[in-house]
């Protein structure tokens, strides 16, 4: 398998198509004229190409020299190469056998398909094996090795190929001491052919030296290098804009308009340069910091594609998928196909447009039993007890709130509950532009129902769209089924219990119920109800709470019956025995750790259990509460899974606080 390097530009397939061949002549293209024992010289602007091309010789070791007048072009009696208008001998008088001569052509520009001719590599008489003439090629293409092809003029000839090397043959009685004079495959025996294909090089270097099996000094010996042609490369570049405003529409025309700058995504991205038939991969390069990339000596070809990868493709193989980092979408198709032409003109516009979508949080609340049929704005502080207004951020666009676009996609998780905008109902997808935070809010009506929910995202400049995200809001206790709604108050050593109807049909009984844990709940009264009545009433209950006033913290709630024995709950309340309003837990919702605040008057121990909303313990836990501020801390809860749980806080027999919270 062939060697492939970093920006090797080898195309796999063959394209018949007409490039414009340059032509370096030896007797024409040097500027100034190549004289007689000039040792180098640049050939600037071939053909009116732009390509420059400078020549550089050198003798290393011993005491070798360019002989006499050499290098010479075209001199009289000069040895030709084949099918060339012009050469250059280079005659050198080598001291040993280990004396070498380079010759160096480095062009200004990477250029491809390049051909030359060297003649007269032989040996210094049919017997001889004192010298044999050895020419090795090489090119580079930035810091990576280059390997042309060698062929023989007249393949019965006497000069010898293996790689890039060709020599004399080395059996002693076998050719030699054949002067290339003529333009003839007979007195061209000794002549290889130089062909670096579709390979794209910046220099290549000819090493004129001594076969390594001779054993003499060489003495006088010679070569001639002919005519060069080549094809012009070019460069291939563009840059990736974040095209905040998505101007690029789905294509590949006005994505920089005067607001986007360059991007790479963070660093993990490539342009990938692919050959279009056998999608096999030419060059890659990672795409730098400003957006930017480029391709230097490009081979001209008909079918290529500019493609963005996460993966940097390798040259030689298949292209890897296109794709973009994550949090990253595409404005422009992340591929495109082009051709390079013929002409040699730089590419310099293959551009593509990319942006980060909007980030929208699910918003997760948990609040107080609501009263049935009763609206709630959702336009609160965003404390999780207080439903706040939708939100998003983008990373170009800034904070979405008042005034933003936002998409409420999916209503099936309100449970019955009502989603309101405008004073409008959304039963389905719906898009609110210019969002006002005033406007949107729900309505308790859902039966049984202990939550709701709904999914909604949104829209940046660009015309692409958030994640989903899912705005929830629970309340633990089931909602009444008609407007039942509850308070109460301590007042000494009795606590008020107030509940008003509205519009009640076929109730029975009203049951004050009492609980001093939130969950359990006993009966404490019996109410008769008004059965049919429109309108507002109200009802009231007084309960005697001497005998529990060891609790800190009571329950109250309304279990209402109707004719047909169907029951219904009222909201729940607490009602404090002391004040216990210097105790503070956060955050609600929580994933892994739990914090409680409190100040205590003296110093004593604590116990804070959680548990379940079956009532079952997850966690139990000891503290020693020391007299002022204490700041306690329940971590390694990650385990749990999400739902509702109760925290409460013990002294002895005392339950000093108790709060209802939700793990994400």
Not at 166 to 179: C, E, L, R
Not at 376 to 401: E, F, R, T
Not at 529 to 548: E, H, M, R, V
Request: charged share 10%; hydrophobic share 40%; with cysteine.
């Amino acid at each position: 398998m062939k060697t492939l390097y970093f920006l090797l530009l080898i195309f796999f397939s063959k394209i018949s198509f007409s490039q414009t061949s340059q032509l370096m002549n030896w007797g024409s293209s040097f500027s100034p004229a190549w004289s007689s024992t000039d040792k180098s010289g640049t050939a600037a602007n071939i053909n009116s190409s732009g390509v420059n091309l400078t020549v550089a010789m050198t003798s290393i070791g011993g005491a070798g020299n360019f002989n006499g007048v050499y290098p010479r072009v075209n001199g009289s009696g000069d040895i030709i190469v084949y099918n060339s208008t012009s050469a250059i001998e280079i005659d050198m008088d080598f001291n040993s056998n280990t004396d070498v001569m380079t010759a160096t052509f480095t062009f200004s520009q990477p250029i491809s398909g390049l051909k030359m001719g060297v003649s007269d590599i032989d040996k210094s008489s049919p017997i001889s094996n004192t010298y044999f003439d050895s020419v090795a090629i090489q090119g580079l293409f930035g810091a990576s090795t280059v390997l042309p092809t060698i062929s023989k003029v007249n393949p019965s000839n006497w000069t010898l190929v293996s790689g890039n090397h060709a020599f004399a043959n080395t059996i002693s009685g076998q050719g030699g001491d054949a002067a290339s004079t003529a333009n003839t495959t007979v007195s061209q025996e000794c002549t290889a052919l130089i062909d670096f294909g579709k390979k794209a090089i910046n220099s290549f270097t000819i090493t004129f030296a001594n076969a390594t099996s001779a054993i003499a000094d060489p003495l006088l010996q010679s070569i001639a290098l002919g005519n060069i042609t080549f094809y012009k490369t070019i460069n291939v570049s563009g840059t990736v804009w974040n095209d905040v405003n998505g101007s690029a529409a789905g294509g590949f025309t006005s994505i920089q308009n005067g607001a986007e700058t360059g991007t790479n995504a963070g660093g993990a991205l490539y342009a990938n340069l692919v050959n279009t038939i056998g999608s096999l991969v030419v060059a890659s390069v990672p795409v730098n910091a400003d957006g930017t990339y480029s391709f230097a000596g490009v081979v001209q070809n008909n079918n290529q594609t500019m493609q963005l990868s996460t993966i940097a493709g390798v040259p030689g193989s298949s292209a890897p998928a296109s794709g973009l980092p994550a949090g990253w979408v595409a404005t422009s198709p992340l591929s495109q196909s082009f051709n390079s032409g013929t002409s040699g003109n730089n590419i310099s516009s293959k551009d593509f447009g990319i942006e980060r979508p909007p980030v929208t949080p699910d918003q997760f609340y948990d609040i107080a039993q609501p009263a049935y049929n009763s609206f709630q704005i959702l336009n609160g502080s965003g404390d999780p007890s207080d439903p706040g207004p939708l939100a998003a951020s983008d990373p170009d666009d800034g904070v979405y709130g008042t005034g933003s676009n936002f998409n409420i996609i999916n209503v099936l998780g309100l449970n019955g509950n009502k989603l309101f905008y405008n004073s409008i109902e959304i039963t389905g997808p719906q898009v609110i532009t210019n969002y006002n935070p005033s406007l949107l809010q729900v309505q308790y009506t859902g039966a049984s129902s202990t939550d709701l929910s709904f999914t909604f995202g949104t829209m940046d400049a660009a015309g692409k769209e958030s994640n989903l995200a899912t705005y929830y809001i629970n309340w633990g206790n089931i909602l009444p089924l008609r407007s039942l709604s509850l308070n109460a108050s301590l007042q000494g050593n009795q606590v008020a219990v107030k509940w008003k109807t509205e519009n009640e049909i076929d109730t029975k009984f009203f049951y004050v119920e009492r609980s001093i844990d939130g969950r359990v709940f006993q009966p404490v009264g019996q109410t008769a109800a008004a059965g049919t009545f429109s309108g507002i009433k109200n009802y009231s209950f007084i309960n005697d709470i001497t005998a529990i006033a060891a609790s800190e913290i009571i329950y109250y709630r309304i279990r209402l019956v109707d004719m047909n024995g169907k029951i219904r709950y009222s909201n729940t309340v607490v009602v404090r025995l002391s004040n216990a309003s210097n105790i503070k837990l956060w955050p609600t919702p929580f994933a892994d750790n739990i914090n409680i605040s409190l100040f205590s008057t003296a110093n004593m121990d604590a116990i804070i259990n959680i548990t379940d909303a079956s009532g079952k313990n997850v966690s139990v836990k000891k503290y020693v509460i020391v007299k002022g501020n204490n700041q306690l801390n329940i971590s390694n809860l990650y385990l749990l899974p999400a739902g509702i749980y109760f925290v409460k806080l013990n002294t002895g027999d005392k339950i000093l606080f108790t709060q209802q919270i939700v793990k994400q």
